[in-house]
């Protein structure tokens, strides 16, 4: 998906980003630990609203999701890697691997949610 598609897509919809970004119709097969990986890199909280991302936001989320899926595609998985986000979900003490803060959780369209309150600040 171009990133002029993948704009117009997201900033079309109602709710919250990741529900957005893990709708089928958005972005075919993106899983849940993706979805909480991308918004990470992109530092954007999932529960913002889809329709308040800014231009700078969406290209920023554009070019974090063709690079995080460009490493999970190839491994055919989301790598549980020390440096990821995902690496750290099912730690007994979460940390964020990029600043140390502890991560928050949440459930957001039935699915667990991770996110750093530090590197995801609200708007
Ligand atoms: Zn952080």
């Known amino acids: 998906m171009d990133r002029a ?7 079309s919809r109602r709710g919250r980003l990741k529900t957005a970004l893990t709708d089928q ?5 993106l899983g849940n630990l993706l979805a909480d ?3 990470w890199r992109a530092r954007l909280r999932p529960d913002r609203l889809a329709r308040d991302l800014t231009e700078a936001d ?6 974090r999701m063709r690079s995080t899926l ?4 190839p491994a055919g998985c989301v790598p549980p890697r020390d440096s990821w986000l995902t690496g750290h979900r099912d730690d007994l003490d979460p940390r964020c691997p990029r600043c ?4 928050r959780r949440s459930r957001m369209a039935g699915r667990g949610t991770v996110w ?6 609200d708007g």
Request: aromatic content about 2%; some cysteine; overall charge positive.
């Open 5 to 11: 598609e993948f704009q117009a897509v997201l900033s």
């Open 25 to 29: 119709s958005v972005v075919a097969g």
């Open 37 to 39: 990986e991308i918004l």
């Open 58 to 63: 969406l290209r920023r989320l554009h070019s």
């Open 70 to 73: 460009r490493s999970a595609v």
């Open 100 to 103: 140390g803060t502890r991560l």
């Open 116 to 121: 750093c309150p530090r590197c995801q600040p």
